[in-house]
């Protein structure tokens, strides 16, 4: 079981930066895949960026070149740094995690363990 807290979401002008924070407390193994997604409003969820337990990263080419995801796995801890930021990339963006399947890959209903949010608003 894990249990995963986002943080570091707040309210900026475009060309801002921020950096989400996605702390995961239980079994190590349960976050080897982890990611961010985000879901604005009308919209689906959809995949920001993964990354796997061999270190394999991938991005949506909307936010390539300008956010960059990390894992620090001593704290079990994964990051989002999102510099230039513009007001498309305003919405609540939620830390995934899953023992067995990549992030970039899976279904998103057959991913373990959400967490529950951090709001991103980006004004012009």
């Known amino acids: 079981q894990v249990h995963l807290v986002e943080s570091g979401g707040g309210s900026v002008q475009a060309g801002g930066s921020l950096r989400l924070t996605c702390t995961a407390s239980g079994n190590p193994f349960s976050t080897n895949y982890m990611g961010w997604f985000r879901q604005a409003p009308g919209k689906e969820r959809e995949k920001v960026a993964t990354?796997?337990?061999?270190?394999?990263?991938d991005y949506d080419d909307s936010v390539k070149g300008r956010f960059t995801i990390s894992k620090d796995n001593a704290k079990n801890t994964l990051y989002l740094q999102m510099n230039n930021l513009k007001p498309e990339d305003t919405a609540m963006y939620y830390c995934?995690?899953?023992?067995?399947?990549?992030?970039?890959?899976?279904?998103?209903?057959?991913?373990?363990?959400w967490g529950q949010g951090t709001q991103v608003t980006v004004s012009s």
């Open positions: 995934a995690a899953d023992p067995l399947v990549s992030l970039w890959v899976a279904r998103q209903s057959a991913i373990g363990y």
């Open positions: 990354i796997d337990r061999d270190g394999r990263i």
